[in-house]
C-alpha cells in the first residue's frame, strides 16, 4: 500500500504541487534529501498560518485551520481556503459540539489529485465521509475545546500544531495514521519524525502545548526562526521553478520560431524554384520569339526577292526576245501589284499589337485560372518527358545539314527548318492549349430553325448529327420523328421556315441516333420502348430492327472502323453489341445500374466505354467482357455522357455539373480515381444535356439554357452562349428557367457547332 499524507477528510490538497516539484527534481536526487520537500511544507504552513494571523488581526478565531477546508495549487504550492477563515462562526468563536454538527452537515467531498488522496480513497472504503470529517474535526479539536470551553486564539495554534505535524509526517496504512494522531492528544510524536526533522517536531510540539496561555501568539508563530529560516530557501527555490519555467517558455517558443522558419524556409524554396523555371520558360519563349522574327525577316526577303526576280526574268527575256513597248505598262501595272501581295503576306507591328490587346483581356479575367492550369501542364508533362525518351532527335552535321531520324521529314528549303524548329517541349504544349483558348472571343449564330410540329405539344430534341460528309445532319426527339436537313441550305438560305429533305417517323419517342462513318445513308437510332433500328435515309425506311432490350436504350454508337458493328446502352443495365450482318445480338455487357452512354474507342472495334448511372465509367475489351479492363472512379453522380478525345483519352459527362477528363494510359491497375482534369462552369443535376468534342475542344449543355465550350487544357470555359426565349405576345426577352440545352454536336473539326435545346430551338454556332 502506497504511503498516505494528510488528513482522512482532505488531506493535503497540495499533492499537485507536490508531483510537479517531484518531477522538476527528479534529476537532483531523491526528495526530501535535498530539503525541497521540507521547504514546501513550510511554505504551505506559512500561509495558513498567515491567514489565521490576518483572522486574529480582526478579532476572529478561524476554527477551520484543517486540511479539508483549503486546496494547494501549483507550481508554488499556492494555497487557497474552500470557505471563509471568518466565517466559522458570526461571533467569532464555535464549539466542538457545534463544529462537528456543522462538519457533519455540510462537508462535501474533497477534490483529491495526489497519491495520498488516492491511498485515503481506498481506506474511505470502510470508513463514510462524514465519519472520515468527524475524525479529522476531533483531531484538530485543542484539548481546552474538548472542555466544551469556546474556541479561543490559541485554539487555532493547536490546530496549526496539528496541520505542521500532518505535513511532515507520513504513514503507510490509516490504522497507523489513526493511532499516531490518536497519540497526537499526548503529544507523543512517532520516531521518525525526531529522527528526520527535529526542528519542525520541536516547533509542532510547542504549538500543541496542553496549557492555552503557553502557546506562542501569531505574530511569534510568523517571527519564529523556524518559519524565517526556511523562506530563503524557499525564495531560492521559487526563483528556481520561475527561471526554469521561463526557460521553459523560451524553449516553446524557440521551437515554434523554428517551425515556422522552416515552413517559410520550404515555401521560400519551392518560390524560388518556380521563379527559376519561369525564368527558364521565358528564356525558351523569347528564344522561340527571336526564331519567329528572324523567320519574318527571311519571308519578306524572299517575297520581295521572288517579285523582283519576276522583273528581271522580264527584262532577261526582253534581251533574248524582241522588246514590246506596248506591254510595257502593263508589265509594271503587275509588278506593283505583286509586290504588295507580297507586302501584306506578312503581318505589320500594328495588327500583331491589337490582336494581343484583345487577348490580353480575356487573359487577365482567368490569371487565375491559367495560373493553376499551366502549372498543372508544366508539371504533367514535365513528369512525362523525365520517363520518356525523345525518338525525334535531329543532328547537325559539321556542313550544316539535319538529319532527321524514324521518318522525320527535313526540307532542307523550308524556313521552319531555317530558323530551328519548334521545342517539342510542355511549353509548346501549354502554347497550344492557351492559343486555342485565346483564338476565339464568341459563339455567334449563323443559322437556326425549329424542330416544332404542330401536332406535337413536347418538341425536345434528343439528340442531333452530322453524316459523314458533313452535308446533311439529322435531328431526333420526343416528337417521334428523325429529320434529316442540308446543311448547306440552312446556312445560306436565309428562310423564316425551313424543311427537312428526308423526314422519317417512329412509333415511340426517340432519344439517340448515330450516323454510319462508311454507309453514308444509314443511321442507327433507339428509342423509349427499348427498341434499336437502323434507318435507310435515301429509302426513309428502316431495314433493320432489334429487339432484345427490355427498357429504354439511352445510347447508340456505331464503331468507326468497323462500321458493320453497333452497340446499345439501356435502362435494364445491359449493353448490346449487334453485327449487320447477323440476326440478334453477338455479346451482352450485364451491368448494376442503368446505362446512360456507350461509346467505340475510335481505332479499334474491339474497345467501348460505358457511362452508368452507379457514377462511374467502364472501359470493357469486348474480346473478355466478364470484367471492365478499367474503372474510371471521380464523379458524384450519374454519368451521363462518355466521348473518347482520342485512343487513349475519355471525356465524361455527369449531373454532378462537370465534366471530367481520363488518361487511360495512366492506369496501373484497373481502377482510376484521378482524372486530369475536371471542367466546371456549366449547370448539370438532373437532364441530359448533350457532349461533343472537336479537335480539343469540348462542347456541353447547361440547364440555364446556354451553350458552353471547354478547351481540354483548361478547366474553366472558353466560350458560351445563351439561347434567347421570347415571349410570344410582347416580344420581349424572358428568362424562362425549364428549359435547357438538349444536345450538341461539332461538324467534325471544324469552329461550327450544332446545339438544339428543350423546346425545339436548332441554332447552328460558329466560334468567331
Known amino acids: 500500500m502506497e504511503p498516505s499524507r494528510g488528513a482522512a477528510g482532505g488531506g493535503r490538497r497540495w499533492g499537485d504541487a507536490e508531483a510537479e516539484a517531484e518531477g522538476d527534481a527528479a534529476d537532483e536526487g531523491r526528495r526530501g ?159 521518525q519524525l525526531l529522527l528526520k526533522w527535529p526542528k519542525e517536531a520541536s516547533f509542532c510540539q510547542l504549538l500543541m502545548h496542553p496549557v492555552p496561555e503557553t502557546r506562542p501568539k501569531m505574530s511569534e508563530v510568523l517571527q519564529s526562526e523556524f518559519l524565517n529560516q526556511s523562506r530563503n530557501s524557499l525564495e531560492e527555490r521559487e526563483a528556481a521553478l520561475r527561471l526554469r519555467e521561463e526557460i521553459e517558455e523560451q524553449e516553446l517558443l524557440l521551437d515554434f520560431l523554428q517551425q515556422l522558419q522552416k515552413r517559410k524556409q520550404d515555401i521560400a524554396d519551392s518560390l524560388q524554384d518556380t521563379v527559376a523555371f519561369l525564368s527558364s520558360d521565358i528564356n525558351e519563349v523569347l528564344h522561340q520569339q527571336s526564331a519567329l522574327g528572324h523567320c519574318v525577316n527571311f519571308s519578306t526577303d524572299l517575297d520581295k526577292e521572288v517579285c523582283s526576280g519576276t522583273v528581271e526574268d522580264q527584262s532577261d527575256c526582253g534581251s533574248r526576245k524582241r522588246f514590246r513597248p506596248e506591254l510595257q505598262g502593263v508589265d509594271m501595272e503587275e509588278n506593283n501589284r505583286t509586290v504588295e501581295e507580297c ?11 491589337e490582336s494581343v490587346l484583345s487577348k490580353s483581356s480575356r487573359l487577365m479575367k482567368n490569371f487565375k485560372k491559367l495560373e493553376t492550369a499551366y502549372f498543372l501542364t508544366r508539371s504533367k508533362l514535365a513528369k512525362q518527358a523525365g520517363n520518356q525518351i525523345s525518338n525525334h532527335q535531329i543532328v547537325k552535321r559539321a556542313t550544316g545539314s539535319a538529319i532527321g531520324t524514324e521518318g522525320s521529314s527535313i526540307d532542307d528549303f523550308s524556313l521552319e527548318r531555317q530558323y530551328g524548329r519548334r521545342q517539342r517541349g510542355w511549353v509548346n504544349s501549354f502554347l497550344e492549349g492557351l492559343c486555342k483558348y485565346l483564338s476565339f472571343s464568341k459563339l455567334k449564330v449563323r443559322a437556326e430553325l425549329k424542330h416544332c410540329d404542330l401536332l406535337n405539344s413536347s418538341n425536345l430534341v434528343c439528340s442531333v448529327g452530322f453524316d459523314r460528309d458533313r452535308e446533311f ?43 454510319n462513318s462508311y454507309m453514308k445513308s444509314h443511321i442507327a437510332s433507339s428509342d423509349f420502348e427499348g427498341i434499336v433500328q437502323v434507318w435507310d435515309v435515301t429509302r426513309s425506311q428502316v431495314f433493320v430492327e432489334m429487339r432484345e432490350h427490355e427498357r429504354r436504350v439511352w445510347s447508340v454508337d456505331f464503331s468507326i472502323v468497323d462500321p458493320t458493328k453497333l452497340v446499345s446502352g439501356s435502362d435494364d443495365g445491359s449493353v448490346k453489341l449487334w453485327d449487320m450482318n447477323q440476326a440478334g445480338s453477338i455479346g451482352t455487357i450485364r451491368t448494376r445500374a442503368n446505362v446512360c452512354s456507350v461509346q467505340f474507342q475510335p481505332d479499334t472495334s474491339r474497345s467501348i466505354a460505358i457511362g452508368s448511372a452507379d457514377h462511374k465509367i467502364y472501359c470493357y475489351d469486348l474480346r473478355n467482357i466478364r470484367a471492365p479492363y478499367c474503372t474510371l472512379v471521380g464523379h458524384t453522380k450519374t454519368v451521363s455522357y462518355v466521348k473518347y478525345l482520342d485512343a487513349s483519352t475519355i471525356v465524361s459527362a455527369s449531373t454532378d455539373n462537370s465534366l471530367k477528363l481520363w488518361d487511360l494510359s495512366m492506369s496501373r491497375g484497373r481502377i482510376i480515381d484521378s482524372p486530369i482534369q475536371t471542367f466546371t462552369g456549366h449547370t448539370n443535376t438532373k437532364n441530359f444535356v448533350g457532349l461533343s468534342i472537336s479537335d480539343g475542344y469540348i462542347a456541353t449543355g447547361s440547364e440555364t439554357n446556354e451553350v458552353f465550350v471547354y ?31 438538349s444536345c450538341v454536336c461539332w461538324r467534325g473539326q471544324s469552329s461550327t457547332l450544332l446545339s438544339a435545346n428543350s423546346s425545339g430551338n436548332i441554332k447552328i454556332l460558329e466560334m468567331d
Not at 491567514?51 to 486540511?67: E, I, L, T
Not at 420523328?481 to 428562310?495: A, G, L
Not at 478547351?711 to 435547357?740: N, R
Open 33 to 191: 534529501e535535498d530539503g525541497g520537500e521540507a521547504a514546501e511544507c513550510v511554505h504551505v504552513f506559512r500561509q495558513v498560518a498567515e491567514a489565521v494571523a490576518v483572522a486574529h488581526a480582526q478579532g476572529v478565531a478561524v476554527g477551520s485551520a484543517r486540511p479539508s477546508c483549503f486546496v494547494v495549487s501549483p507550481p508554488f504550492a499556492r494555497v487557497a481556503f474552500i470557505e471563509s477563515a471568518s466565517g466559522s462562526d458570526a461571533s467569532g468563536s464555535c464549539s466542538g459540539s457545534d463544529a462537528s454538527e456543522d462538519a457533519d452537515r455540510d462537508a462535501s467531498p474533497p477534490r483529491r489529485r495526489d497519491g495520498a488522496g488516492r491511498g485515503e480513497e481506498r481506506a474511505g472504503k470502510s470508513f463514510p465521509l462524514k465519519s472520515v470529517l468527524a475524525m479529522e474535526l476531533n483531531w484538530y479539536t485543542s484539548p481546552e475545546e474538548a472542555d466544551d470551553s469556546a474556541a479561543t486564539f490559541a485554539s487555532d495554534v493547536y490546530r496549526l500544531g496539528v496541520l505542521l505535524f500532518e505535513l511532515f509526517c507520513t504513514f503507510e496504512t490509516m490504522e497507523d495514521k489513526m493511532r499516531a494522531m490518536a497519540n497526537l492528544r499526548h503529544r507523543v510524536l512517532p520516531p
Open 343 to 353: 507586302s501584306r503576306t506578312v503581318p505589320s507591328s500594328e495588327l500583331i499589337q
Open 473 to 515: 445532319f439529322a435531328t431526333a426527339g420526343v416528337n417521334k420523328k428523325i429529320k434529316v436537313f442540308d446543311y448547306n441550305m440552312i446556312v445560306n438560305e436565309h428562310r423564316d421556315i425551313h424543311y427537312p429533305v428526308v423526314e422519317m417517323s417512329n412509333r415511340s419517342k426517340l432519344s439517340c441516333i448515330c450516323w
Open 711 to 741: 478547351h481540354k487544357e483548361f478547366p474553366m470555359p472558353v466560350l458560351a452562349y445563351k439561347f434567347s426565349v421570347t415571349d410570344p405576345i410582347s416580344g420581349q426577352e424572358i428568362d424562362d428557367q425549364s428549359q435547357f440545352i
